[in-house]
C-alpha cells in the first residue's frame, strides 16, 4: 500500500500488486523520486510510480527464484541469491527508468566432511562495498571445519564484465564477524574476541598460485574494540542521569 505524502495530492491509500499471484514480497527499495523495485521470491520488477492517477507502470521485469537479497543504496545494485545453496549471485544495476542484468556467478563453498553437501550462503554473510572507486561484492567465509580460519573474498563487481575474484583476505580466526568501510579500508570486528583487524587492498600481497586473485592479511595486529557508554534518564526530575554500559559485540550481531 502507498500513501501520497506531497500536499494538494489525495492521500488515500492506494495498491499495486506484484506480478507473479504467488509470490511473496521480500522487500522493496525506492529507486528514484518515482521509481521503486519489488523484490519477491519469484524475481524483481522495477515499477514507475504516478501520485496524482494513483497508479504503477511496470518498467521492467526479471524472473529468478529468489532466496534472499543484498541491496547498495549508494550504488543502486541489488543481488539476488538463487540455488539450493543459496550461492548463486545475479547481479542488477539501476538507473533512472531502466534496470540491467549482468552475468550471474557462484560463491564457492566448501564441502561438508562427508563430501556429500555444502553450507548455505546467508544473507548475513554478504554486503556491498565501494574500495578505490570499485565495486565489490563482501563475502565472509566462516565455517566450522575451514582449515585456517575464517577468510573474506572480496568480487569485483562491474557492468562490462562477469564478477571476479580480486582479492581473499586472511582473517586467522573464526566466529562471527561485522565489518565497515572507513576511507578505503576495510575494518573487520570479531565478536569472540571483541577486536577489529583492518585491510588495505592497496597494500602488497601474496599472489595465490594459479590464480588471478591476490592475498592479503591485516595491516595492523588485532586491537581490542573500545566499551562505550550512554546516559538515559532513570526520573521525572531534571538532571537525574546514569550510565548505562552499551554491548559492544552482542550474541545478536550479524556477521555485516
Known sequence: DFVNLEFKIDNAPFRQQ???????????????INEVAFITSHGVELYTA???????????????????????CK???LLLS??????????????????TRTPKFDVDLPLSAT?????????????????????YVVVV??????????????????KDSPARIASVLKLDMTGRFAINVVDNL?????????????????????SAASSSYTIHHPVVSPLPIASCSVLESFSSEAGKMKEIQCETCSTRDSTN
Open 18 to 32: 506484484c506480478r507473479g499471484k504467488q509470490a511473496r514480497v521480500d522487500g522493496f527499495q525506492w529507486i528514484g
Open 50 to 72: 504516478f501520485p496524482e492517477k494513483k497508479s504503477f507502470k511496470l518498467v521492467k521485469y526479471y524472473s529468478v527464484t529468489v532466496n534472499w537479497f543484498v541491496f547498495s
Open 75 to 77: 550504488k543502486n545494485v
Open 82 to 99: 538463487s540455488g539450493a545453496s543459496c550461492n548463486t549471485i545475479h547481479p542488477y544495476w539501476f538507473k533512472p527508468g531502466s534496470i
Open 115 to 135: 563430501g556429500q553437501t555444502k553450507p548455505k550462503l546467508l544473507e548475513r554473510d554478504v554486503t556491498l562495498a565501494s574500495l578505490y572507486n570499485s565495486l
Open 141 to 158: 567465509k566462516s565455517w566450522s571445519k575451514m582449515v585456517g580460519g575464517a577468510e573474506i573474498v572480496l568480487y569485483l563487481l562491474s
Open 186 to 206: 576495510l575494518l573487520v570486528h570479531h565478536q569472540a574476541s571483541k577486536t577489529s583487524v583492518m585491510f588495505d587492498i592497496r597494500w602488497d600481497g601474496e
